[in-house]
Structures are given as structure tokens and as C-alpha cells.
């Protein structure tokens, strides 16, 4: 067995991971009503193990802002939207579940925004950025068990931010898109797991 590693330049621009082990033809052209804001810490930004990069290329209506750049103010209001109910998916005090009776009463599409990087980096965006203040936050229903096990410290202790998102899009937007996503950080957390095992292509089926 040849090890391999992956220098920047043998990744897949789409799904970064090794090009041997490239899932971007997972990706469809799902179209849903929400949007989907991640807000990511910079730091993130080049971690191959950080699922929000995978969920933008899943999501056709998905955007990734960075903020914690130096030299560089953040802006809320360059987020938010008029078309859409703002929801802040992070689970702190006042936050209400996110259900689907929830989401029958907004007259709106939801735009859901979603802190990215670990605990303390994503409680800090609510605190720290004054135009997401009066959003009302939301949390997941239940407690899930996390599948993706590429990293320590998943996202709020629990789940990584693709899955967190599957999760509040399942109530959102059905069972098929949640299905979509799941499939989808399957696929990347076993064909990262070989890459780490030292294999050097897909195992045949
Ligand atoms: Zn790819």
C-alpha cells in the first residue's frame, strides 16, 4: 500500500479532499427556499476537516461569511435579507425549538444563520455582532448522536455544523433534503477516514 498525502495541490477544489477521493458528484442541484448563512471564524477557513465549505457546494442557497479577518470589519447587516425570517441556530437561553409548527407560522422563507467553528468561537458571534442581536435563536429539537468523527470537538459539543444544519433543514425543509446532506457527510467522513488510513484510492465495492 503507497501512502499518500494530500499537498494542496493534489486536493479537489470542490470537496478538498484527496482528487482520488473526490465526492463532488454527490452534489445535485436541490433547490430550497431557505437560505443558509454560515458565519465563519477565520481560523476555520483552512481546516480540510470543516464541513461548512461542504455544505456551501451541497446548497444552492447557501453563503459563507468570514469574520475575524484582520483588517477587516464584519458587517450583520451585509447578511441579512429582507426576503426572508432571520432564525440565529445556536442553542442558548430564549432559543426556541426549531419544529416544523414553528416554521408554519413565518409568511417568509427562513434564513437560517448558522456560527461556525468551535463552542466558544460561535457563542461569540451572537455577543459580539450587535445586528444579529433581536434575531430570534433556535435549537434543534432533540439531542442527536453525531456521526462525523474526523474531529475531537464537534460544533456545540455535539454535532458538526453540517450536520447541525441537516438537522434544523429536516424541519425546515423535509426529509429529503435532510437525507441529501446525511448521505453526503457519509461519504466525506469515510473517504477522509481511508486517506487517513494511508489508502490511495476508493476500496472496490
Ligand atoms: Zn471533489
Known amino acids: 500500500m503507497v501512502r499518500i498525502r494530500a499537498g494542496i495541490e493534489d486536493r479537489c477544489f470542490g470537496c478538498k479532499i484527496h482528487k482520488n477521493f473526490c465526492f463532488c458528484d454527490?452534489?445535485?442541484?436541490?433547490?430550497?427556499k431557505t437560505n443558509v448563512s454560515i458565519i465563519m471564524h477565520v481560523s476555520e477557513r483552512k481546516l480540510?476537516?470543516?464541513?461548512?465549505w461542504i455544505t456551501k457546494q451541497a446548497l444552492n442557497n447557501c453563503s459563507l461569511y468570514i469574520r475575524g479577518e484582520v483588517n477587516h470589519h464584519f458587517e450583520a447587516a451585509h447578511?441579512?435579507?429582507e426576503q426572508y425570517i432571520p432564525l440565529f441556530l445556536f442553542p442558548e437561553e430564549g432559543a426556541l425549538p426549531l419544529t416544523k409548527t414553528l416554521v408554519s407560522q413565518f409568511n417568509k422563507p427562513i434564513q437560517l444563520i448558522v456560527p461556525d467553528g468551535n463552542w466558544h468561537q460561535a457563542k461569540k458571534v451572537k455577543m459580539r455582532e450587535?445586528?444579529?442581536?433581536?434575531?430570534?435563536?433556535?435549537?434543534l429539537k432533540e439531542h442527536y448522536q453525531s456521526i462525523y468523527s474526523l474531529r475531537k470537538e464537534p460544533f456545540m459539543g455535539a454535532l458538526c455544523t453540517l450536520e447541525a444544519?441537516?438537522?434544523?433543514?429536516k424541519e425546515i425543509e423535509g426529509e429529503q433534503t435532510f437525507e441529501y446532506l446525511m448521505?453526503?457527510?457519509k461519504t466525506m467522513v469515510y473517504r477522509t477516514d481511508l486517506v487517513r488510513r494511508g489508502y490511495n484510492q476508493l476500496l472496490p465495492l
Do not use: E, R
Request: glycine letters at 4%; hydrophobic letters at 45%; aromatic letters at 10%.
Open 26 to 32: 454527490h452534489f445535485s442541484n436541490l433547490q430550497l
Open 48 to 52: 480540510p476537516s470543516n464541513t461548512a
Open 79 to 81: 447578511v441579512l435579507s
Open 130 to 139: 450587535k445586528g444579529f442581536a433581536t434575531i430570534q435563536s433556535v435549537c
Open 165 to 169: 444544519i441537516s438537522y434544523a433543514l
Open 183 to 185: 448521505k453526503i457527510l
